[in-house]
């Protein structure tokens, strides 16, 4: 799609220092990677999917899903489409029969929406060069690039979701 990136989730990290999780999504066409800063009962509702954990009730994002389904409508993909203030912005797409909606969404909702429903996750071009990050060759992030992120990343466990299942 045009002006969008497609990406992947790369790894789910946990500040020792905080509640805070930081969700790194991959370029798929290139080494750059965007961190965006999520709660922590998000990173579990992503966490828990991709684990294929199994859970008594459906939680929010599966009970969003099937109201979605039950509506007859389809999650087309999701994006993040824009940041403003140090604030990640996403949008979820729905076809509708004949319709596409754009739903506002925060980042980590629209993520754990679309590992539910497997449909691409987007993030805008210009988002991705304010605010994406490219490891340098030796495999270590320039401290420039780091932004906002320059301080929480040393504080981060590292082991990422392809460890963990």
Not at 5 to 24: A, D, F, H, P
Not at 141 to 149: C, I, K, M, W
Request: negative net charge; hydrophobic residues 40%; glycine residues 4%.
């Amino acid at each position: 799609m045009e002006g969008m990136v497609e990406v992947k989730i790369e790894s789910i990290r946990v500040s020792l220092m905080s509640q805070y999780r930081v969700v790194i999504l991959k370029d798929l066409a290139s080494n750059r990677y965007l961190p965006i800063w999520i709660g922590p009962y998000e990173a579990d509702a992503i966490t828990i999917h991709l684990q294929e954990v199994q859970v008594p009730r459906p939680l929010t994002h599966d009970l969003i899903v099937k109201i979605i389904e039950e509506l007859d409508a389809k999650v087309d993909y999701v994006y993040v489409s824009d940041l403003n203030n140090d604030t990640f912005y996403a949008r979820v797409v729905l076809k509708v029969r004949d319709r596409e909606l754009s739903i506002d969404s925060r980042p980590s909702d629209a993520v754990a929406i679309a590992v539910r429903v497997e449909c691409p996750i987007y993030v805008n071009e210009e988002v991705m060069e304010r605010a994406g990050v490219t490891p340098e060759e030796e495999g270590t992030v320039a401290d420039e690039d780091l932004g906002a992120f320059k301080d929480f990343i040393g504080s981060l466990d590292l082991d990422d979701l392809d460890k963990n299942q």
